[in-house]
C-alpha cells in the first residue's frame, strides 16, 4: 500500500526528468496523447482533479502552461494529492505515475 512518500518520490523523479527535457523530447509523440508533455499534463491534471475531489471541491479546468512547465506542474498537482489523498487514491495515484513514468520514457 502506498502513502505520501511513495507517491511524492514517484512524481519527483518524473518531473525532474521533464524539467531536463530537451525540447526535442518534449514535443515528441507517446501512445495515446500528442507528446510526452501532453502525457503529463493529463497525468498532472488527473491527480489535481483527485487532490480537489479528495478535500471536498468541486473540479476545476487545470491550465495547460505549455511544454516547459509540465514538470512543474505534476510536482504541485502531486504535491496536492498527496496531503489530502486517503491510502485508494495514493495506490491508484502512484500506480498512474508509473504507467505515464514508463510511456514517456
Same mark, same amino acid.
Given at each position: 500500500m502506498a502513502d505520501a512518500q511513495t507517491l511524492l518520490a514517484a512524481v519527483d523523479r518524473l518531473a525532474d526528468r521533464f524539467r531536463s527535457m530537451?525540447?526535442?523530447?518534449?514535443? &515528441?509523440?507517446?501512445? &495515446?496523447?500528442?507528446?510526452?508533455?501532453a502525457a503529463v499534463h493529463a497525468l498532472a491534471a488527473?491527480?489535481?482533479?483527485?487532490?480537489?475531489e479528495?478535500? &471536498?471541491?468541486?473540479?476545476?479546468?487545470?491550465?495547460?502552461?505549455?511544454?516547459?512547465?509540465? &514538470?512543474?506542474?505534476l510536482a504541485v498537482a502531486g504535491r496536492e494529492l498527496a496531503a489530502v489523498a486517503g491510502p485508494a487514491e495514493l495506490d491508484a495515484a502512484v500506480a498512474e505515475?508509473?504507467?505515464?513514468?514508463?510511456?514517456?520514457?
Open positions: 530537451p525540447q526535442s523530447r518534449l514535443l &515528441g509523440p507517446v501512445d &495515446g496523447h500528442p507528446s510526452r508533455a488527473r491527480l489535481a482533479v483527485g487532490a480537489l479528495s478535500a &471536498g471541491e468541486p473540479a476545476r479546468e487545470f491550465p495547460d502552461a505549455g511544454p516547459f512547465a509540465v &514538470g512543474d506542474q505515475v508509473r504507467t505515464v513514468d514508463r510511456l514517456t520514457a
